[in-house]
Nanobody
Framework: QVQLVESGGGSVQPGGSLRLSCAAS????????MSWYRQAPGKQRELVAG???????NYTDSVKERFTISRDNTKRTVWLQMNSLKPEDTAVYYC?????????????WGRGTQVTVSS
């Protein structure tokens, strides 16, 4: 069974930093696009950042210049470095692995890690 396990969440003051990790097992990690999503209370889950199997990255506008997504295929891990955190970054952050073919889509999710930004 595929497993995505997030870690690194916690509570931090505005302006602080956190580094989230997502360790994957039982998938061919290198072929999957990896992404971080977040869901704040009362809001829909949104895409925060993504990194393709080839290493191309994309970010939602609100986190550009503050967050950095990276991956290491040998460690089967994806990270999200979050700097200059703001209260509006408070959410549960989820790791996603996605592989799309002409016929099917393979989608896996972690259970999430809480990030709280508050003074």
């Amino acid at each position: 069974q595929v497993q995505l396990v997030e870690s690194g969440g916690g509570s931090v003051q505005p302006g602080g930093s956190l580094r989230l990790s997502c360790a994957a097992s039982r998938i061919s990690f290198h072929i999957y696009a990896m992404s971080w999503y977040r869901q704040a209370p009362g809001k829909q889950r949104e895409l925060v950042a993504g990194i393709s199997s080839g290493g191309s990255t994309n970010y939602t506008d609100s986190v550009k210049e503050r967050f950095t997504i990276s991956r290491d295929n040998t460690k089967r891990t994806v990270w999200l470095q979050m700097n200059s955190l703001k209260p509006e970054d408070t959410a549960v952050y989820y790791c996603n692995a996605r592989f799309v073919t002409s016929y099917d889509q393979y989608d896996y999710w972690g259970r999430g890690t809480q990030v709280t930004v508050s003074s």
